[in-house]
């Protein structure tokens, strides 16, 4: 209960001070925003087709468990839960417009991610036990997004794709398989989320919140490790707060 407690208040202040970065770029951009009205800054770059740029993004991932039958028949194991982890990502962006109000992206991105696997036990020796799973995952997310009509300066927007995400230190975690919970390399996920541009005099600036649900199970069912035979499938779950330059 305790290291449970101290991982919750832990990521409560990981959201918090990611609000905060959030609100104070999103202050600078507005302070930097023309004062006679027009978008200027807007009609220079919305003459470029396409335009690159780079995306920093802190994140919290974690998975959605489901219990398998081999749980109900476990004599020790009384609770199977996901903890969250953070990490961050750093990436590369690929613009195309598609019209007035529509791009296509894509962004590469180099991801560091942790998410932790707890089990709570019957046992008066141990009755917590938590797996970290510690990622860097090569992602090519292919994203649609759709723009609002610009308003001095600035304009809302969606976005939504799919990710392919490799994992390349699934061969360090395969050495020490025999007592870990092994992970598919590879994942497919849903992604969804919305933002803000803001047309600088240099850059498009633009926070961005993201959400991603994986679309397939990732568990490698091992019959020999009981912390695996009471999971029937692990599906993955991210939350990003992204902060694009682009230009």
Not at 78 to 87: E, I
Not at 105 to 115: G, I, K, Q
Not at 132 to 139: D, N
Not at 222 to 237: G, I, W
Request: a positive charge; charged letters at 20%.
């Amino acid at each position: 209960m305790p290291a449970t407690y101290s991982g919750n208040m832990f990521r409560l202040y990981w959201l918090q001070v990611a609000l905060i970065m959030v609100g104070c770029l999103w202050g600078m951009a507005l302070r930097a925003q023309p004062t006679r009205g027009g978008n200027y800054n807007y009609f220079d770059f919305n003459q470029k087709p396409y335009y690159f740029g780079i995306t920093l993004g802190i994140n919290n991932s974690s998975y959605r468990p489901f219990r398998s039958s081999g749980f109900l028949s476990s004599d020790s194991i009384v609770r199977v839960q996901s903890a969250s982890g953070p990490g961050f990502n750093l990436g590369i962006i690929t613009n195309l417009k598609i019209g007035e109000h529509f791009d296509f992206r894509f962004l590469p991105t180099l991801s560091f991610a942790e998410r932790n696997i707890t089990y709570d036990r019957r046992s008066k020796v141990s009755t917590f036990t938590q797996r970290r799973v510690e990622s860097v995952f090569v992602e090519t997310p292919f994203h649609l997004r759709y723009k609002s009509a610009p308003y001095r300066d600035f304009r809302l927007f969606v976005v939504a794709g799919v990710k392919y995400a490799f994992d390349v230190a699934s061969d360090s975690r395969a050495r020490q398989s025999e007592n870990l919970v092994r992970i598919a390399p590879t994942d497919f996920s849903l992604e969804y989320g919305a933002g803000i541009q803001f047309y600088l005099p240099y850059f498009i600036f633009s926070p961005e919140i993201k959400f991603s649900h994986g679309l397939g199970n990732i568990l490698l069912y091992n019959r020999n490790l009981q912390e695996s035979t009471v999971l029937e499938k692990l599906l993955s779950r991210g939350f990003t707060i992204s902060f694009h330059f682009e230009g």
